[in-house]
Nanobody, 123 residues
Framework: QVQLVESGGGLVQPGGSLRLSCAVS???????MGWYRQAPGKQRDLVAT???????NYADTVKGRFTISRDNAKNTVYLQMNSLRPEDTAVYYC??????????????????WGQGTLVTVSS
């Protein structure tokens, strides 16, 4: 089974930093990877995405503070979060979209989601 393994969440003080990682198992070429978040009582919103050609897209609320990157050889996406604010508190979900098998008979996958990792920004 394909798995998305997330890590890096936790408790941090306002102004602090965290680095999230998400690795996708299996032999795939993944067109889009990214991060979404959901705060208590709110809908799930885009944080940042990055394509195979390193085209990035950020939510206005995180521009200049967060940086998304990926390692295609490892099928891993990262989110460096700096200058964290209490309003950044949420469950962060890893996303992978349009996964094409490479040198394998595995099925093509439309999208995959991680189980989420909690980020809490509080003093």
């Amino acid at each position: 089974q394909v798995q998305l393994v997330e890590s890096g969440g936790g408790l941090v003080q306002p102004g602090g930093s965290l680095r999230l990682s998400c690795a996708v198992s299996g032999s795939f070429s993944i067109y889009a990877m990214g991060w979404y978040r959901q705060a208590p009582g709110k809908q799930r919103d885009l944080v940042a995405t990055i394509t195979l050609r390193n085209i990035t897209n950020y939510a206005d609320t995180v521009k200049g503070r967060f940086t998304i990157s990926r390692d295609n050889a490892k099928n891993t996406v990262y989110l460096q979060m700096n200058s964290l604010r209490p309003e950044d508190t949420a469950v962060y979900y890893c996303y992978a979209g349009d996964l094409e098998p490479v040198d394998t008979d595995a099925d093509r996958l439309l999208e995959l989601w991680g189980q989420g990792t909690l980020v809490t920004v509080s003093s």
